[in-house]
């Protein structure tokens, strides 16, 4: 049975991968036209299940498995249903809708807790460059300052909202009651240790920090074939230099990763020196201080860089996001779980950003990883194995028994 309710799982999964900004591939931005498909199609799929579904002031889509009782506390399972541009079937839906196969694995039997699943309507961060917007109002931190952010079209977050048909002022009635049990995440792992390791589930652990940054070396154009290699203030050079020292230090230091994922020069001309160039970093690791200690490293020899070559460093901080452990009761319930399914348990730490790290703020919160063959993610050949997704059915099967 559980093997025919996986093929169904990926089978729509594969199906919402459809509901896309672009044809042929998979891109669905916070509350764009394609989003009404998903929820459309999920809504009437709750529907059938007796669950009381809405879509929240931040776009959220949530249905509310009852329990026993009327006051009964509320165990929250979810994930986003948004997308990176161009991406694969699996990210995000995949904890939106194997808990929503979860609950219909139930056949209507009710536990003394109420189940809400939650898909949560931004958390990549693309349209608006700022992440975790469904997840932010959930956990109640969404505040003016998201609801101003805009897109590249000058559309504001409370001007998308709005154009869904929802009202941005009553975006506070979007979080979480106090009466919560916890928040449970399925979600791929998005990375290769799983599948090296020939395991199908890991239970997470952590939620690596996050540090995100934008550095701008700023030096003078010059004509490529007439200003002397000894006296240029060449920006793009500057930032090449210290770009292989970041790289350099992620190596250098245990578990750290640090990533330069675009740079702009200008004036971008290929005989023009560039006057100024501009690199982002991302750097994470489960210890705050170890990370911290890093950027401070990284921000000492872009300092030493520029001070050498002659040119002008700028720093912008745009994200220090601390490492989240997840809630200890909830993960051991978790591996009691994965035990009881027959898998083998094996602990990480995530170290992309998940929806759990915002909820975990607001209550108890927990994650189960599924395999990704290959360590692929966020590309249209990302997949997943059938008998992995039964066996997490399985194990959220165990897991509700264990809280009731």
């Known amino acids: 049975m559980l093997a025919a309710r996986a093929r169904e799982v990926i089978r729509r999964c594969r ?62 399972i979810g994930s986003h249903l948004d997308t990176v541009p161009h991406a694969g079937a699996f990210d995000g839906v995949l904890g939106v809708v194997l808990a929503i196969a979860l609950v219909d694995l139930l056949n209507g039997n009710r536990f003394p807790f109420a189940i809400e699943v939650v898909g949560f309507s931004e958390e990549e961060g693309v349209r608006f460059g700022v992440p975790f917007i469904g997840s932010r109002a959930f956990a109640g931190s969404a505040d003016a300052a998201v609801l101003e952010q805009r897109d590249i079209a000058g559309v504001s977050v409370a001007d998308a909202i709005r154009d869904y048909g929802l009202d941005p002022s009553s975006i506070s009635a979007a979080r979480a009651g106090a009466n919560a049990l916890g928040y449970l995440e399925f979600h791929i792992e998005q990375g290769p240790v799983l599948d090296s390791l020939g395991i199908p589930l890991g239970v997470v652990d952590a939620i690596a920090g996050q540090t995100r940054a934008e550095v701008a070396f700023t030096g003078a154009a010059g004509h490529a074939g007439t200003t002397p290699m000894r006296g240029r203030r060449d920006a793009l050079a500057a930032a090449a230099e210290w770009i292989v020292a970041v790289e350099r230090e992620a190596n250098a230091t245990p578990e750290l990763v640090a990533t330069v994922g675009r740079v702009s020069a200008d004036p971008g001309a290929g005989n023009v020196i560039a006057a100024r160039c501009s690199a982002t970093l991302d750097v994470r690791h489960a210890d705050d201080a170890v990370r911290r200690a890093a950027c401070e490293r990284l921000a000492a020899e872009a300092q030493e860089i520029a001070a050498r070559r002659g040119v002008d460093l700028a720093w912008t901080s745009r994200l220090d996001q601390p490492a989240v452990p997840m809630n200890a009761a909830l993960v051991a319930a978790l591996e009691r779980a994965v035990s009881r399914a027959g898998a083998p348990v094996h602990h990480l730490v995530s170290g992309a950003g998940h929806d759990a790290m915002i909820v975990a703020s607001r209550m108890p919160a927990a994650m189960l990883f599924v395999r990704s063959p290959g360590g692929l993610s966020h590309h249209p050949d990302e997949d997943v194995v059938e008998e992995d997704v039964a066996m997490a059915l399985e194990v959220g099967r165990h897991f509700l028994d264990q809280l009731s």
Do not use: K
């Open 15 to 76: 199906l919402l991968a459809e509901c896309s900004e672009e044809p042929g591939w998979t891109t669905r931005t916070f509350l764009s036209r394609p989003m009404r498909a998903v929820h459309g199609d999920l809504a009437a799929w709750m529907g059938d299940l007796e669950m009381t579904v809405r879509v929240d002031a931040a776009g959220n889509l949530r249905g509310v498995y009852p329990g026993l009782h009327a006051d009964a506390p509320r165990l929250f």
